[in-house]
Nanobody, 120 residues
Framework: QVQLVESGGGSVQTGGSLRLSCEAS????????MGWFRQAPGKEREGVAR????????VYDRSVKGRFTISQDAAKNSVYLQMNSLKPEDSAMYYC?????????????WGQGTQVTVSS
């Protein structure tokens, strides 16, 4: 079992930045990919970004490409999401998750989430 704990959410104005962090513990050796998805009230879950084991390949949703950057620190079993040029439509609960591969958008396990609110 993998446990995921997110941190770094908060409230910012349009154009601001936030950095989300996620620390994995437990059975991390079997994790092939980690990433982030988000869900706003009344909306479907939306994949945001994923990073493959080794960090060489990243996948972004078109809505965040060029503004968000995913990275990882394998030694710390951690993954990060740098979010720049935030927009009100980025407001959602953000979840750190594991994936079978970085090309599969359906998450295997996820954490409790961290709230991101962007005001206009």
């Amino acid at each position: 079992q993998v446990q995921l704990v997110e941190s770094g959410g908060g409230s910012v104005q349009t154009g601001g930045s936030l950095r989300l962090s996620c620390e994995a513990s437990g059975d991390t050796y079997s994790t092939n990919s980690m990433g982030w998805f988000r869900q706003a009230p009344g909306k479907e879950r939306e994949g945001v970004a994923r990073i493959c084991r080794g960090g060489g390949t990243t996948v972004y949703d078109r809505s965040v490409k060029g503004r968000f950057t995913i990275s990882q620190d394998a030694a710390k079993n951690s993954v990060y999401l740098q979010m720049n040029s935030l927009k009100p439509e980025d407001s959602a609960m953000y979840y750190c998750a594991t994936y079978q591969t970085c090309y599969v958008s359906y998450p295997e396990k996820w954490g409790q989430g961290t709230q991101v609110t962007v005001s206009s």
